[in-house]
């Protein structure tokens, strides 16, 4: 008895819960009512879809849209644009070079080049250095015509002193299929005194390469100008006729090293080469000595 009361019980709980069930369903299907009765309307709305036609007043809201964003993006851009100036900065220009450009603004020559001028008088010797200050003169050329270029450099210096440097080079045929540039005049002019000039002719030897590489010596070379004056000159890297190289790389080309240059890289090997020689003859005396003290040992035993 007991235990169909329980299941009588169970199975009125269920019915309970499943009726409880079904009014919690009938009660949202009457919320929901209320919502589809108010999008019933539409057929009703039907009529008033000519009002509807004048939505293209609701174009004018993407016309708002736009309009705001840009507002807000407005106000964003000058914190991006700020940084903008920062960027623009200007490289620096490097230290001892000076180049000469054609009237379409490419580079027919360059010259980096620490030089050094000494006027001996008597018992003075006075030297003047072209500073990084010198800049290059208007009279500084490209005369591709007459197969010479020059660059004419002028600077000032304390108590009133003017100087100018021109070099001027030339292009060697010898080798119509290989051409080459070397110095071919030098010049130094004391403008303090009364234009006092000092030259030097150079031969298709000096600072010279061919016509599509550049020309590079970190070792120091000394000539004798006229008038009691020597230049002498080291760290150098030129190129003259710029415009005639086959390469499109911008600022010098690919370097020929001097003959001083290559002496001295040669030293470099002979002298490895003689350090090991010196090591293996120290070896080998090692090795005959010790084999001797060893035999001596032997007899000494016996």
């Not at 290059?136 to 108590?159: F, L, R, Y």
């Not at 004391?190 to 390469?209: C, I, M, Q, V």
Request: proline content about 7%.
């Amino acid at each position: 008895m007991v235990t169909r009361r329980l299941c009588f019980f169970v199975l009125a709980c269920g019915l309970l819960f499943v009726g409880y069930a079904d009014c919690q369903s009938n009660d949202t299907s009457t919320t929901v009512e209320p919502t589809s009765p108010s999008s019933e309307p539409s057929p009703t709305s039907k009529p008033t879809e000519p009002t509807k036609t004048p939505e293209p007043t609701t174009t004018a809201q993407p016309t708002t849209h736009p309009t705001t964003q840009p507002a807000n993006s407005t106000t964003e851009k000058p914190n991006t644009t700020t940084p903008v100036p920062m960027t623009t900065t200007t490289p620096k220009p490097e230290e001892f070079t000076w180049d000469v450009k054609t009237k379409n603004g490419t580079e027919c020559l360059k010259l980096h080049m620490k030089a050094f001028f000494k006027n001996k008088n008597n018992t003075k010797e006075d030297s003047v250095e072209i500073p990084t200050s010198a800049k290059v003169s208007k009279d500084s050329s490209c005369h591709v015509d007459n197969e010479t270029q020059a660059i004419v450099i002028e600077w000032s210096e304390k108590g009133g002193f003017n100087f100018e440097v021109s070099y001027t080079f030339a292009l060697d045929l010898t080798d119509k299929e290989k051409p080459k540039y070397y110095l071919k005049h030098l010049e130094f002019v004391n403008k303090t005194d009364g234009e006092t000039r000092h030259e030097f002719n150079g031969t298709t030897s000096t600072l010279t390469a061919h016509e599509d590489r550049s020309y590079k010596c970190t070792a120091t070379e000394s000539h004798e100008l006229t008038g009691d004056v020597s230049v002498s000159w080291n760290d150098v890297q030129l190129q003259a006729f710029m415009e005639k190289r086959t390469d499109k790389k911008q600022g010098f080309s690919d370097a020929e090293a001097c003959p001083a240059d290559n002496q001295t890289s040669d030293i470099v090997p002979i002298a490895v080469g003689c350090a090991l020689a010196g090591l293996v003859v120290i070896v080998l005396i090692a090795y005959l000595v010790g084999r001797r003290r060893s035999r001596q040992k032997g007899y000494q035993s016996v």
